[in-house]
């Protein structure tokens, strides 16, 4: 089993900048992609952006050029930066991580954008 422990999100203003971070503990060996997805009330859950273990980044259209995940394997750590936020980007955020075919979740952090 994989736990997943996020942190850092909150309430900002259109235009601000939060970042979270997420820590993994328990059965790491093996985890290969890791990711933050989101889930807006009313909307399906949906990628904002993940990174391998290799460090190849994909990243949802929305969030381009705004939002830059990152990864610490040694610390088994991957973080959000996100700047630039717009209300849209109001959702809950979810780390995410895959390992060996089974994905495992936190538990969630809600970010607000206020306009």
């Known amino acids: 089993q994989v736990q997943l422990a996020e942190s850092g999100g909150g309430l900002v203003q259109a235009g601000g900048s939060l970042r979270l971070s997420c820590a993994a503990s328990?059965?790491?060996?093996?985890?290969?992609?890791m990711g933050w997805y989101r889930q807006a009330p009313g909307n399906q859950r949906e990628l904002v952006a993940l990174i391998t273990r290799i460090g190849n980044t994909n990243y949802a259209d929305s969030v381009k050029g705004r939002f830059t995940i990152s990864r610490d394997n040694a610390k088994n750590t991957v973080d959000l930066q996100m700047n630039s936020l717009k209300p849209e980007d109001t959702a809950v955020y979810y780390c995410?991580?895959?390992?060996?075919?089974?994905?495992?979740w936190g538990q969630g952090t809600q970010v607000t954008v206020s306009s």
């Open positions: 995410n991580a895959a390992k060996l075919g089974s994905y495992y």
């Open positions: 328990g059965s790491i060996f093996s985890i290969n992609a």
